[in-house]
């Protein structure tokens, strides 16, 4: 029961250059959430998906993009990478009823923008 | 909109004592709460959670929290810490906004020492 898996883990990106962060749940989670963290300042949502084929911006959309065309995956496109986006980035899920469940987060991928 | 405020960056503790981890919450109807950790390189783990019924809330590894709505207060507590409970502690509350995504504070340092 792998959960939430986040692929890469580590990556260092030059200013400019773009990449796509990968999230997977086999849960069968509705709901698909983007948060990135910096220290200090908790977690910050990115993005969020209700279902297949649906997203909406979250709280800190901006430079980022995301797709879901499948329920499992929920990419994440960093175009034009800044160093403002240097951060750690996590992917969660959770049921529609997820007030009982709470949310799975994956493990997270460690950002730095140089 | 939900917000939550843990007020001290970081909590030192002797193992075997009791620990608190202190969170303060401002939200408009019910609270729904919750306590992550987050172990160094790890995703967030989810302890437990506040929805209703009893004021006093048992989650994983021996942790419970305490829900005060006078105080708007929702402290974590362990009544023997562990060297192993050191981590980063979240405390976050639900926002209908959003895909009902969590809010989460700045996070509490916790270190117990032998």
């Known amino acids: 029961n792998a959960g939430v898996t986040q692929t890469p883990k580590f990556r260092i990106l030059k200013i400019g250059q773009s990449m796509t962060l990968q999230c997977t749940q086999d849960?069968?989670?509705?709901?698909m959430y983007w948060y990135r963290q910096d220290p200090g300042m908790g977690l910050k949502l990115i993005y969020y998906?209700?279902?297949?084929?649906?997203?909406d911006k979250g709280e800190v959309p901006n430079g980022y993009n995301v797709s879901r065309s499948t329920t499992e995956d929920f990419p994440l496109r960093l175009e034009l990478a800044a160093p403002s986006q240097t951060s750690v980035y996590f992917c969660?899920?959770?049921?529609?009823?997820?007030?009982?469940?709470?949310?799975?987060f994956g493990s997270g991928t460690r950002l730095t923008v140089v | 909109a939900q917000s939550v405020a843990q007020p001290e960056d970081q909590v030192n503790v002797a193992e075997g004592n009791p620990l608190t981890v202190k969170c303060t919450y401002s939200?408009?109807?019910?609270?729904?709460l919750f306590w992550y950790v987050q172990y160094p390189n790890r995703g967030l783990q989810f302890l437990l959670k506040?929805?209703?019924?009893?004021?006093l809330v048992k989650g994983s590894y021996g942790f419970e929290a305490e829900f005060n709505k006078s105080q708007t207060s929702f402290h974590l507590k362990k009544p023997s810490a562990l060297v192993s409970d050191s981590a980063l502690y979240f405390c976050?509350?639900?926002?209908?906004?959003?895909?009902?995504?969590?809010?989460f504070g700045a996070g509490t340092i916790l270190r117990v020492k032998s």
């Open positions: 506040y929805i209703t019924g009893d004021n």
């Open positions: 939200v408009s109807g019910n609270p729904y």
């Open positions: 998906s209700v279902g297949a084929g649906i997203t």
């Open positions: 849960m069968n989670h509705n709901y």
């Open positions: 969660a899920s959770s049921y529609l009823q997820f007030t009982y469940y709470g949310y799975t």
């Open positions: 976050a509350v639900r926002d209908m906004e959003y895909g009902n995504k969590l809010v």
